[in-house]
């Protein structure tokens, strides 16, 4: 899609919009909630911004519509195509920056992800959340604690990943609840399971969002990792992933997720090495520890 170079923008012209935009501004005046207001003007200001700076085409205009509405579509209770287009244009990554405001030593969240689903099976310390997943056994073991040290116990941890070959559960269309569970820490704040070694794979890009990738040269991968999400009274909710370190993906990921401190050693161990827990295991499996650290919750009013 090409187009001749922005021309200046006579004086009436520009008069002629910002008139428009102060008018879309005042439509809103009577709004009783006063953050609706807030959010509605500033939505309309830089919105015409955006307008007014590519000076957008009424064909441009069209080919928006039909894309977001393709988005629209393809969104279900499986697939949510709109955090997906927000992931890969930065603005999950960038509301999560401005609402986990940097505090002490707490690890840090990164993006959701269209994956998650609610009512995971519970495990015990030490349980598989794999559930016969394909990929290579991982054991994973850590602490929560708070920014002070303090052990926190009893904080709920949710897990999620994709198998080897790169697809969530939900992906599969059969109804299998694999590679997501839910644990809790122990009075130490110790937690430990087995899940599968992380792997690298394309977020969904059948649907509007990748051919937006596709469009403008990007690449759909996103690095390996597995996700997390922690509870616990009194602490800030936590989401976030790890990552593995080596993983060639881990400065292009797709949806700007990745961050080094959430980048961990994933140690492989050669066939016949004994594990933590005794458990047997044919060929090669991974270790990898992740410490949690939890945010008070009142430290973003």
């Known amino acids: 899609m090409t187009r001749t170079p922005t021309r200046a923008v006579p004086p009436e012209q520009s008069a002629r919009e910002e008139e428009l935009i102060a008018r879309v501004q005042a439509s809103f005046d009577s709004c009783r909630d006063p ?5 509605m003007r500033a939505l309309v200001k830089h919105l015409h911004a955006f307008l007014r700076e590519v000076r957008l085409t009424e064909e441009e205009w069209h080919k928006a519509i039909e894309f977001l509405t393709a988005v629209g ?5 499986k697939r949510q195509e709109f955090i997906l287009l927000s992931d890969t244009l930065g603005a999950s990554m960038q509301t999560i920056a401005i609402n986990n405001e940097v505090c002490g030593n707490a690890t840090e969240a990164t993006v959701f992800g269209p994956f998650f689903v609610e009512g995971s099976p519970r495990i015990e310390p030490g349980g598989d959340m794999s559930f016969g997943a394909a990929g290579e056994p991982c054991w994973v073991e850590g602490t929560v604690s708070d920014i002070d040290g303090n052990p926190v116990p009893g904080a709920r941890i949710e897990v999620w990943e994709a198998d080897e070959d790169g697809f969530y559960d939900v992906q599969y269309g059969d109804g299998r609840v694999a590679a997501r ?3 809790f820490s122990e009075a130490d704040g110790g937690y430990r399971f087995w899940g599968v070694t992380p792997t690298p794979y394309p977020i969904p890009c059948d649907g509007p969002v990748g051919k937006m990738l596709e469009a403008t040269g990007r ?3 996103r690095a390996s990792h597995l996700h997390f999400m922690v509870e616990a009274p009194g602490c800030r909710t936590l989401v976030t992933h790890i990552f593995v ?3 060639e ?9 990745v961050k080094e401190s959430l980048v961990k050693d ?9 594990t933590p827990d005794g458990r047997v295991v044919d ?3 991974t270790k990898v520890r992740f410490d949690i650290v939890l945010a008070p919750a009142d430290v973003r009013e």
Do not use: Y
């Open 35 to 39: 953050r609706l207001k807030e959010l």
């Open 73 to 77: 579509h393809i969104t279900d209770d």
């Open 181 to 183: 569970a839910h644990l």
């Open 219 to 221: 690449s759909p991968m």
């Open 245 to 247: 370190r080596g993983d």
């Open 249 to 257: 993906l881990l400065g292009s990921d797709t949806v700007f997720g």
């Open 266 to 274: 994933f140690e492989r161990r050669p066939p016949g090495t004994p």
């Open 283 to 285: 060929g090669t499996w």
